[in-house]
């Protein structure tokens, strides 16, 4: 998941230094007033969110699968606690003890 996010970061960071070039050269404009650093960081958000689907493609599903499994484990943890408490309660009463 780490890998994931890093690797998210870094095509942000990409896609915001060539913005911020482009800008820099004029091909985009500079935005409005002093709204250029602004404009930068929306301009690199919105080129890194399509190329980030697109290029981590398989990392995303890795990271997924991690957290399934990790939800999975956590549901099974769960159910099993769940499955002792009834046991420790059923216990005593299968035993004709007044709980």
Do not use: H
């Amino acid at each position: 998941m780490l890998r994931y996010t890093l690797m998210r970061l870094g095509v942000f960071v990409g896609c915001f230094a060539a913005v911020w070039g482009l800008v820099y050269l004029g091909v985009f404009p500079r935005g409005l007033g002093d709204s250029n650093g602004m404009w930068i960081v929306l301009l690199a958000l919105v080129l890194s969110a399509p190329l980030s689907f697109v290029l981590l493609r398989k990392e995303r599903d890795r990271a997924s699968e991690t957290v399934v499994r990790r939800v999975d484990r956590m549901k099974a943890g769960l159910e099993s606690n769940r499955s002792q408490e009834d046991e420790a309660v059923d216990s005593p009463r299968a035993q004709g003890q007044p709980s």
